[in-house]
């Protein structure tokens, strides 16, 4: 009986992609933002579900203090493949002296880069995974049915993908229509092959800590994806909790992370 339920799910989703996806337009494949000048470059590298957008305020931010700023769109199907897009715009642009800043997703990108790019001098963790866990989604064909669903490029994942901002801390008022990504396929390649990324995450956590550059973790008090008390046990660098904070500090809590960084607070943990 549950074989031709899921038959059923799985045909309707696919109408439904095809009638979402004919009045909508793929994203270019090469999309980041980048600032006309500023004394000291900051590389943004951002989470799933999101686009580059969500770190719209932390830009403006930075900006104010006359800091460049590179943000990429990580729309990869996986941690390689944007790995080698942010690779090509640091080869590209040349930057010296990069601050790196990174969160959910965008750590097990950023967290690669380490290894090879001599110019990231100072890394900054928002709320980022740098410690192993268990997905959300079980890593069998009904998993990847329910992912494929879930997270589609239909108005179903567009709902989906809302509601995680909701549950991570934004207002309703504070979304906007470009915190969606259009193409869903490098969430869906997340949940889909996560037993992968145990290695990833594995490597990441050697990476991070054979790093000799600077490292501040910067975390949301009540995050409910990535808790400091998982993600911040045994951790050497120094680390800042933003009270009432939840997982999307870089847009709830962009001055604060700011104010952090440039090293004028007092809240040290």
């Known amino acids: 009986m549950l074989l031709p339920i899921c038959l059923v799910l799985f045909l309707f989703f696919i109408l439904l992609t095809y009638i979402y996806n004919s009045n909508k337009q793929n994203p270019p494949s090469n999309n980041y933002y980048l600032s006309k000048s500023g004394t000291s470059t900051y590389v943004l590298l951002?989470?799933?579900?999101?686009?580059?957008?969500?770190?719209?305020?932390?830009?403006?931010?930075?900006?104010?203090?006359?800091i460049r700023v590179l943000a990429p769109e990580l729309q990869g199907d996986s941690i390689n493949a944007d790995v080698d897009y942010v690779h090509s715009l640091l080869d590209e642009f040349k930057f010296d002296n990069v601050t790196l800043v990174v969160h959910d997703r965008g750590g097990l990108?950023?967290?690669?880069?380490?290894?090879?790019?001599?110019?990231?001098?100072?890394?900054?963790?928002?709320?980022?995974?740098?410690?192993?866990?268990?997905?959300?989604?079980?890593?069998?064909?009904?998993?990847?049915?329910?992912?494929?669903?879930?997270y589609s490029n239909t108005f179903i994942g567009d709902f989906v993908t809302k509601q995680t901002f909701i549950q991570g801390g934004l207002e309703t008022t504070d979304l906007h229509i470009?915190?969606?990504?259009?193409?869903?396929?490098?969430?869906?390649?997340?949940?889909?092959?996560?037993?992968?990324?145990?290695?990833?995450?594995?490597?990441?956590?050697?990476?991070?800590?054979?790093?000799?550059?600077?490292?501040i973790g910067i975390w949301g008090e009540h995050d409910p994806f990535l808790p400091k008390e998982l993600h911040l046990t045994d951790t050497t660098f120094d680390t800042h909790i933003i009270s009432n904070a939840q997982h999307y500090t870089p847009h709830t809590h962009a001055q604060e992370i700011v104010v952090i960084i440039l090293g004028d607070t007092d809240d040290h943990q």
């Open 46 to 66: 951002h989470g799933i579900p999101g686009t580059r957008h969500v770190y719209d305020k932390l830009i403006l931010e930075l900006e104010q203090k006359d």
């Open 109 to 150: 990108v950023g967290m690669q880069l380490l290894q090879d790019r001599t110019e990231i001098n100072r890394v900054v963790l928002l709320d980022t995974i740098i410690t192993d866990f268990n997905p959300q989604f079980p890593q069998n064909s009904f998993g990847a049915l329910l992912v494929n669903i879930l």
């Open 178 to 215: 470009n915190f969606i990504p259009e193409n869903k396929n490098h969430v869906r390649s997340f949940f889909n092959n996560f037993s992968t990324l145990h290695t990833v995450i594995k490597e990441n956590k050697k990476i991070l800590q054979e790093y000799q550059g600077e490292v």
